[in-house]
Nanobody, 125 residues
Framework: QVQLVESGGGSVQAGGSLRLSCTAS??????????MAWFRQAPGQEREGVAS???????TYTDSVKGRFTISQDNAKNTLFLQMNMMKPEDTAMYYC?????????????????WGQGTQVTVSS
């Protein structure tokens, strides 16, 4: 089992930046093909995929964050990041990281087996 712990959430004004981190409890996933992702869920809405990264570094983004958010990973620290710039009020949500084994990237909930508890991001206008 791999446990994921998110951090870095908080409150920011529109146009500002935040960087989220997600640290995995084990390195074991690094020895296999895997992909990780950030999802978000606003009150009353479904959880949606924001960005995904494959073990070889390939990335996928949902259209609403392209050019503003960047997903990256530091394998030496078992950590996934989400750099969020030019933030908008509509980015307000609980953000979750997720892990799945296998090739490719995915922004689909059903593809992921491991989830963190989430970190809240609030963007004020």
């Amino acid at each position: 089992q791999v446990q994921l712990v998110e951090s870095g959430g908080g409150s920011v004004q529109a146009g500002g930046s935040l960087r989220l981190s997600c640290t995995a409890s084990r390195k074991s996933y690094l020895y296999a093909y895997y992909h990780m992702a950030w999802f978000r869920q606003a009150p009353g809405q479904e959880r949606e995929g924001v960005a995904s990264i494959e073990s070889d570094g390939r990335q996928t983004y949902t259209d609403s964050v392209k050019g503003r958010f960047t997903i990256s990973q530091d394998n030496a620290k078992n950590t996934l990041f989400l750099q969020m710039n030019m933030m908008k009020p509509e980015d307000t949500a609980m953000y979750y990281c997720a892990l799945a084994y296998g090739r490719g990237t995915s922004l689909s909930l059903r593809d992921y087996n491991y989830w963190g508890q989430g970190t809240q991001v609030t963007v004020s206008s």
